[in-house]
């Protein structure tokens, strides 16, 4: 059982466009969803990261929406640059466990 | 900033070989993961660790054993490499109250021929 669902598996951009990334979760016990970027040659870096007691939460251009009863939560990249271009993981946790469970990933091209 | 160190970038390995992949974390964390990663399966916890000497197993543990004898290092071990178990290994930390937001390492690359 996949417990957590990620959404486009790539995605194609142009700059200044926005990247939408969508994530489902099964496990209503999570209690911390990060985002995590990943460049070619580097490990996963956490991004951003949400609660379940808010809705929303943005810093600069990422913003991350949650929706706790659809179990669902999106990274929104506003005025996409080619800088961006990397793989996006999306994560759930379990903070009295400390474990993340990882969606597939999405690989993002933002074009020039 | 945390640094989390992976001893080989790439390494190439034959079926039936011992194999241990090293990790070095410098931020006096309690937590150490290892992760692997395939291409559209994202990233699959294999064992991890909350303590010295002290070990759990994750999602996918069959196939590897690990090793904590110090604080700072987290050895993985593949008792007899098989070619599925070609794949990226990445290791990553994370502070033991604040465990969290995971520092991870730039991975390894191992082919097992």
């Known amino acids: 059982q996949q417990q957590v669902k990620q959404s486009p598996q790539s995605l194609i951009v142009q700059k200044g466009g926005i990247s939408i990334i969508n994530c489902a979760y099964e496990?209503?016990?999570?209690?911390?969803f990060p985002w995590y970027q990943q460049f070619p040659g580097k490990g996963p870096a956490l991004l951003i990261a949400?609660?379940?007691?808010?809705s929303e939460k943005k810093e600069g251009r990422f913003t991350i929406s949650f929706n706790k009863s659809a179990k669902q939560f999106s990274l929104h990249i506003m005025d996409s640059q080619p800088g961006d271009s990397a793989t996006y993981f999306c994560?759930?946790?379990?903070?009295?466990?400390?474990?993340?469970?990882f969606g597939d990933g999405t690989t993002l091209t933002v074009k020039p | 900033d945390v640094k989390v160190t992976q001893s080989s970038r790439y390494l190439v390995k034959r079926t039936g070989e011992k194999v241990f992949l090293e990790c070095v974390q410098d931020?006096?964390?309690?937590?150490m993961f290892w992760y692997r990663q395939d291409p559209g399966l994202g990233l699959r916890l294999i064992y991890f660790?909350?303590?010295?000497?002290?070990?759990e197993k994750g999602d996918i543990p069959e196939g590897y054993s690990v090793s904590r004898e110090k604080k700072e290092r987290f050895s993985l071990i593949l008792e007899s490499a098989s070619t599925n178990q070609t794949s990226m290994y990445l290791c990553?930390?994370?502070?033991?109250?604040?465990?969290?937001?995971?520092?991870f390492g730039s991975g390894t690359q191992l082919s097992v021929l």
């Open positions: 990553a930390s994370s502070l033991q109250g604040i465990n969290e937001k995971l520092f």
């Open positions: 496990n209503t016990a999570f209690d911390y």
């Open positions: 949400i609660r379940p007691d808010v």
């Open positions: 994560a759930a946790t379990l903070t009295n466990a400390g474990k993340s469970t």
């Open positions: 931020m006096d964390h309690e937590n």
């Open positions: 660790s909350y303590d010295v000497k002290m070990k």
